[in-house]
């Protein structure tokens, strides 16, 4: 009996671009699609197969496109069609596929659907949004009123009144984001025909964003109020509810149903559990291909939420990581990722931007791309990039960041100065600032003036000083990438996690048809010696000097700790991972 091939994304790598800060070509200051085409060179040279393009839709901009105005025009800031085509054609040549943003569970309030929702209770599209009365014994606009207490994401209730009305609306994010009424079959069959208009103009997929939140628990009712806060949790009853298999079922099949095997769709998914990722991508229910979850990305925050930083315990992160390998070892998939542009740094976040910014930045890497999953790269986390030092509010643009301060100084009461230090640590602003290429002005992005300030250590950390470095993060990004799409054990192999409960070193294996890794990795800074018996095998890939190939100088093959057979170190050096180290090892 033939095997059945594994799916091409599970050797892939995906890179995804903000396009309003990767790179301008026409100088007005914000990144576009003529400014991405012309990086398209180094994207092929790193190695990367999809380019995830963040939304470059007709919007307001009042969430930086995920306000989308009009889904079947790019919005004037960022090119033409003309520019979009060029694109494809530039990606596609190179052997890349592009997988565009689809944003469906909300649409800006000044998309025609939500104008003519909103102009009348008895307009024809009333019911494509979510409209609800005030809530009992309230008046409209009375403090309490709103249908339900849910808190938005981006801080304030859930409901924004229209006066016109006497109704109030729902956005899980901003007031200009509305809510689409999935309920809806309307709704879904003007989207489905949307997404395969851009089908048929080339595009290879779809990231979908918060995709599990499009079916809503009816009757709409109150969340618990947690501890410390203003509003409820109306979690439970938007994340992964009671339709929302059926509507991917059906999204499958009126979309990509017949179009062959080279799409790709990712479902983003916040609260997604293990359990239910399994049922998400499992091949046999055609839902999606694979889930891009956020449990690992909040095990450093405690009960506030994300400006609630308490730091990451690494025993925590291998557990939820152990738990979504062994849960979708045999049936589904997972993204990979730490860095995307809702996270702030990682190599601030995770590891240490000054004196082993290029070896906390490697180690991440090589701990991320070597699980079983498809790994994901952010613009600039190939180079290091770091967070920002932010002097002041008046430094952000983010209306998360925004809104938040806003509402922790005037609502809470909270000291500037500390709610400054949390935006500065975590805020979304930190992954927007221009990608970094060059020492020179404005570090290559724009000859204008950018939209958001440019991180001052720019002239230390750009692409073009880091590709010449003997120590350059863009060229140890470019040998993972390799190793993945030579290595079928790197692809597909079994995972096992060793040294659970250690507090710094992360271990596992990966095993396929008797091809063994062992990748050992040191999440600290300081030297950390080995138990006994992780030392043996051959070094495949390491973030330290000449440790960085799989043979010594004299051409024979290096043991575990990167010695070659003429310089053998002593056991406790050989058994020492320095500060950030990672090895990877073949112990086959």
Known sequence: MTETPAPWWTRAVVYQVYPRSFADADGDGIGDLAGILGRLDYLAELGVDILWLSPIYASPQKDNGYDISDYQRIDPVFGTFTDFDALVAGLHARGMKLVMDLVVNHTSNEHPWFLDSASSPQSPKRDWYWWRDPRTGFAPGEPGAEPTNWGSFFSGPTWTLDPASGQYYLHLFAREQPDLNWENPEVRAAVYDMMNWWLDRGVDGFRMDVINFLSKTLPLADGAVPPGHLWGDGGPQFMSGPRIHEFLAEMHREVFAGRGAGLITVGEMPGVTVEEARLFTDPARAEVDMVFQFEHVSLDQGPGGKWDYRGLDLRDLKTSWNRWQKGLADTGWNSLYLDNHDQPRLVSRFGDDGAYR????????????????????????????TNVPFTSIEDF?????????????????????????????????????????????????????????????????????????????YRFYQRLIALRHGSAVVQRGRFELEYPDHPVLYAFTRTLDGAVLRVLGNVSGEPLGLPAGLGGGTLLLGNYGDDDAGTARDGSPRDAAGHGGAGRASAMERYTLRPWEVRVIDVS
């Open 358 to 385: 290029y070896e906390s930045a490697t180690l991440w890497a090589a701990l991320l791309h070597l699980h079983r999953g498809t790994p994901y790269i952010y613009q600039g986390e190939e180079l290091g990039m």
């Open 397 to 473: 643009r983010d209306v998360e960041s925004l809104n938040w301060y806003e509402e922790a100084t005037m609502k809470h009461g909270r000291d500037p100065q500390e709610v400054l230090a949390a935006l500065r640590r975590m805020s979304r602003d930190n992954a927007r600032t221009p990608v970094q290429w060059t020492g020179g002005v404005n570090a290559g992005f724009t000859t204008g003036t950018p939209w958001i300030a440019v991180n001052p250590n720019f002239p230390a950390v750009n692409a073009e000083l880091d590709r010449s470095s003997p120590r350059s993060v």
